[in-house]
């Protein structure tokens, strides 16, 4: 087995006026558009629940919570990553450290890093500090909706 692995994952969502807009497991405060999806629509844990299941090449999220099963409508984002952790701890590895990268254009998130960074990091049961968050504008290229890339380094939790 190997003593490292990387995980990288991506999620996208179409943004709607009236909705709630969840990132990392926050509710971003003064958002105008939230994310048109079956669940929650938190495109941070989407992709970092991916980047998960891809370090140990377990497939992705759509295999298990498919979306057009009614027992995943407004499934809470936060137990769709708890459940791929435990997978994950349960081949014996552990979240080492994570970057993420937000491409968004509004509202400007640079002032909800630290909160962003520590609600992943208890998600994850990491230190703040392994949690790295970038944010981007698509300039103007993509503004109805919000993308997220997210690299996880997998280390085995023996050590
Ligand atoms: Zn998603």
């Known amino acids: 087995m190997l003593a490292y ?9 179409r943004l709607e006026a009236g909705r709630d807009l969840w990132l990392g497991g926050l509710k971003i ?3 105008l ?7 929650d629509g938190d495109a941070v844990l989407h992709a970092l629940a991916d980047a998960l299941l891809s370090g140990l090449a377990l497939g992705d999220i759509g295999q298990y919570f498919p979306d057009n099963d009614p027992a995943n409508a407004g499934l809470d984002s936060a137990t769709i990553l708890r459940r791929c952790l435990e997978l994950v701890r ?10 993420l990268v937000v491409t968004l ?7 909800l890093r630290p909160d962003i960074a520590a609600s992943v990091a208890e998600l994850l049961t990491l230190d703040r500090a392994e949690v790295g968050v970038s944010f981007k504008t698509s300039e103007g290229l993509a503004t109805g909706h919000v993308q997220v890339r997210a690299t996880v380094l997998l280390g085995r939790a023996d050590g």
């Open 33 to 39: 558009h939230g994310a048109v999806a079956h669940s």
């Open 90 to 99: 349960g081949r014996g590895y552990a979240p080492l450290n994570v970057a």
């Open 5 to 13: 692995r990387i995980g990288y994952g991506e999620d996208a969502h």
């Open 105 to 111: 254009d509004r509202p400007k998130l640079g002032g």
């Open 29 to 31: 405060p003064d958002a």
